[in-house]
């Protein structure tokens, strides 16, 4: 299961537990460990790598053909 697929299940968890009725102590403990779940899943994912625009442009190079010009 990835990281990603973790963080929507406890998001869908959470937005369950408000609706179910815990007690109050409960619902404050669970609000505090699903919290702290998102955040160490959320700082061990990686950003996307970037992509540079120069590396998608195709290398060309420029000849000046004195031959051509008249």
């Known amino acids: 299961m990835s990281k990603r697929q973790v963080l929507i299940i406890i998001g869908i968890a959470i937005m369950a537990f408000l609706y ?10 669970l609000a505090l460990v699903f919290g702290a779940i998102i955040l160490i899943i959320a700082f061990r994912l990686k950003p996307p790598a970037r ?3 120069l590396s998608q442009v ?3 190079e420029h ?3 004195s031959s051509m010009n008249p």
């Open 51 to 53: 992509q540079n625009s």
């Open 20 to 29: 179910v009725g815990f007690p109050l102590a409960l619902d404050k403990i």
């Open 63 to 65: 000849k000046n053909n």
């Open 58 to 60: 195709p290398y060309v």
